[in-house]
């Protein structure tokens, strides 16, 4: 079997961005039971901070009902800057 889907070292890295820490602690968990390296953020420009400080990461989750910041404007600035 032939896996279309690479990761750095074999580990899948995820960046969540929520600004309600039980979110974050709840999918972390979740991430972390299923051997998933997990970096969080509670707001958009700390998430865009841990990646342009060169974080790896595989797949974004973010809320984009956030209160304080327009989510899609984040995720704009997060492909900008990775080029995905």
């Given at each position: ?34 051997e ?32 304080n ?16």
């Amino acid at each position: 079997m032939v896996s279309l889907i690479t990761f750095k070292n074999n580990v899948l890295t995820a960046l969540l961005i929520d600004d309600d820490e039980l979110i974050l602690d709840c999918l972390s968990e979740f991430l972390d039971v299923n051997e998933i390296k997990v970096h969080t953020a509670s707001e958009g420009t700390e998430g865009i901070t841990k990646i342009s400080n060169g974080i790896h990461k595989d797949l974004v989750i973010i809320d984009i009902l956030k209160a304080n910041q327009d989510a899609l404007e984040i995720i704009r600035r997060i492909r900008d800057f990775t080029g995905e």
